[in-house]
Structures are given as structure tokens and as C-alpha cells.
């Protein structure tokens, strides 16, 4: 990969012989590959047994995980924040697993799209609930930095099955939560 980023300081008309880019063909090899480390990750793996069985059944919300990824389309960066909830059925997971299944997932070249679909299936993989919600919030550089360039924009996706999809209450009370949650601690 270093001599691909070597060929592309070349090819913007830079020295990548010049003192400060010495390094930056490795440098930048070694960012993209923990980049898309996600590639490198599967669920098994990233679960490491801490799943449990607990008769709660109540619903369970982790909110604003942050998250970065890659744009699959000109590989910038999109990062934001994440908010996943299910509703167990006899299992549970341990609190740091959905955050590294974020990461899993977010560790590719994505579209936000897919990241929220992904996230979602991990979850009912893992633990077979009566519903899954999940929500990202992310900024796109591709639309920040180049194009249209909009700065403030947001863009918001979502996933919603089970008893989140079938019964509305459920879904109003999910999307009520993150707003008294955002109101009670905005940032």
C-alpha cells in the first residue's frame, strides 16, 4: 500500500521525496489498513462469549457511540454518532459489544446506509431480540469539503424491526428517549 500512496503524492505533483513526506507513504498505509480494520473483525470475535441470558425484557438504549468511516465512493471520512436499542428475549449483551460492533462495521468503506443495516442484523444475530432500533448521525466530508459543500449538513438513517417496527408505541418511545437524552445532554 505505501508505494500505491507514494504513486499518489507523485501523481498530485508533490516530491514524495521531500523531508516531510519521507514517511508519509507509511504513515498513511498504516492509517488506511486501522481505517478499514473492520475487514480483519467478525462478530464471533468481536462478541468474545459476553453474551448472557437475563429475563429482562425491558428496553435497552446505548447512545451517541461515536463512530468513523470511510465513504466507499471517494474514501473520505464520515463520522458521527450512533444510537442502538433492543429489547432482549432472554439475552443480553455486554455494554462495550455494541459499541465494538459500531466499530466493526464502521471500519470499512460504507455508506451510512449499509453501516445502519449492519449494525442492526449484528444485534439480532447476537441476540435474537424481540426488536432492534438503530439510528446514525454523521457528517460526510465528500459533501463537506468538495461538491456542494455544505458544512452544517447531517445526515440521519435508520433501522427499525421487530417490536420496534410492528408496534408504534415502542418506536415513540425510542425516538422520545433520544430526544430527552439530547435535551438533557446536548454535545
Given at each position: 500500500?505505501?508505494?500505491?500512496?507514494?504513486?499518489?503524492?507523485?501523481?498530485?505533483?508533490?516530491d514524495p521525496?521531500r523531508?516531510g513526506?519521507?514517511?508519509?507513504?507509511?504513515?498513511?498505509?498504516k492509517?488506511?489498513?486501522?481505517?478499514?480494520?473492520g475487514?480483519?473483525?467478525?462478530?464471533e470475535?468481536v462478541?468474545?462469549?459476553?453474551?448472557?441470558?437475563?429475563e429482562?425484557t425491558?428496553m435497552?438504549?446505548?447512545?451517541?457511540?461515536e463512530?468513523?468511516?470511510?465513504?466507499?465512493?471517494?474514501?473520505l471520512?464520515?463520522?458521527?454518532?450512533?444510537?442502538?436499542?433492543?429489547?432482549?428475549?432472554?439475552?443480553?449483551?455486554?455494554?462495550s459489544?455494541?459499541a465494538?460492533?459500531?466499530?466493526?462495521?464502521?471500519r470499512?468503506?460504507?455508506?451510512?446506509e449499509?453501516?445502519t443495516?449492519q449494525?442492526?442484523?449484528?444485534?439480532?444475530c447476537?441476540?435474537?431480540?424481540?426488536?432492534?432500533?438503530?439510528?446514525?448521525e454523521a457528517?460526510?466530508?465528500?459533501m463537506?469539503?468538495?461538491?456542494v459543500?455544505k458544512?452544517g449538513?447531517l445526515m440521519?438513517?435508520s433501522?427499525?424491526?421487530?417490536?420496534?417496527?410492528?408496534?408504534?408505541?415502542?418506536?415513540?418511545?425510542?425516538?422520545?428517549?433520544?430526544q430527552v437524552?439530547?435535551r438533557?445532554n446536548p454535545?
Amino acid at each position: 500500500m505505501e508505494e500505491h500512496f507514494k504513486a499518489i503524492i507523485k501523481a498530485v505533483g508533490e516530491d514524495p521525496e521531500r523531508e516531510g513526506l519521507l514517511k508519509t507513504p507509511s504513515r498513511a498505509a498504516k492509517a488506511f489498513e486501522f481505517l478499514t480494520s473492520g475487514y480483519r473483525m467478525d462478530l464471533e470475535t468481536v462478541l468474545n462469549n459476553a453474551v448472557f441470558h437475563e429475563e429482562h425484557t425491558s428496553m435497552i438504549i446505548v447512545r451517541d457511540i461515536e463512530f468513523y468511516s470511510l465513504c466507499e465512493h471517494h474514501l473520505l471520512p464520515f463520522f458521527g454518532r450512533a444510537h442502538v436499542a433492543y429489547i432482549p428475549d432472554g439475552k443480553i449483551i455486554g455494554l462495550s459489544k455494541v459499541a465494538r460492533i459500531v466499530d466493526m462495521f464502521a471500519r470499512r468503506l460504507q455508506v451510512q446506509e449499509r453501516l445502519t443495516q449492519q449494525i442492526a442484523s449484528a444485534i439480532e444475530c447476537a441476540v435474537q431480540p424481540q426488536g432492534v432500533a438503530v439510528v446514525l448521525e454523521a457528517q460526510h466530508l465528500c459533501m463537506m469539503t468538495r461538491g456542494v459543500q455544505k458544512q452544517g449538513s447531517l445526515m440521519v438513517t435508520s433501522s427499525v424491526s421487530g417490536e420496534f417496527h410492528e408496534d408504534e408505541k415502542t418506536r415513540a418511545e425510542f425516538f422520545q428517549l433520544l430526544q430527552v437524552a439530547k435535551r438533557d445532554n446536548p454535545g
